[in-house]
């Protein structure tokens, strides 16, 4: 069975032979963790554990830099956007 890795955002994912090459790619931002590259990440650990095809997993990032941790603008908006929503609900 192929596994789909296509549905992993912020990741591209590469296989060759029973390499799995998972690269993070934001380079713009450093590859600073979004939250989708956050879930993309804690959820396609299980995919590449139960894919009989690989069994070596390279992991790297796009651009001049591997990661520069979280992505505080990005976190920042999403807070935003949750205080919106709980004060609309909140009014409800």
Same mark, same amino acid.
């Given at each position: ?32 963790? =979004? #939250? ?14 139960? $894919?009989? @095809? ?5 992991? =790297? #990032? ?14 920042? $908006?999403? @807070? ?13």
């Amino acid at each position: 069975m192929a596994y789909d890795y296509s549905q992993y955002g912020g990741v591209l994912v590469e296989q060759r032979d029973k390499i799995l090459t998972i690269t993070l790619n934001s380079p713009e931002t450093l590859n600073a963790f =979004t #939250g989708p590259m956050h879930t993309s990440m804690s959820r396609i650990w299980d995919d590449v554990n139960d $894919d009989p @095809d690989v069994h070596v997993v390279v992991l =790297t #990032g796009a651009g001049r830099a591997f990661s520069a941790g979280g992505n505080v603008i990005a976190m920042q $908006d999403e @807070d935003r956007r949750s205080e919106r929503v709980g004060r609309r609900h909140a009014r409800s």
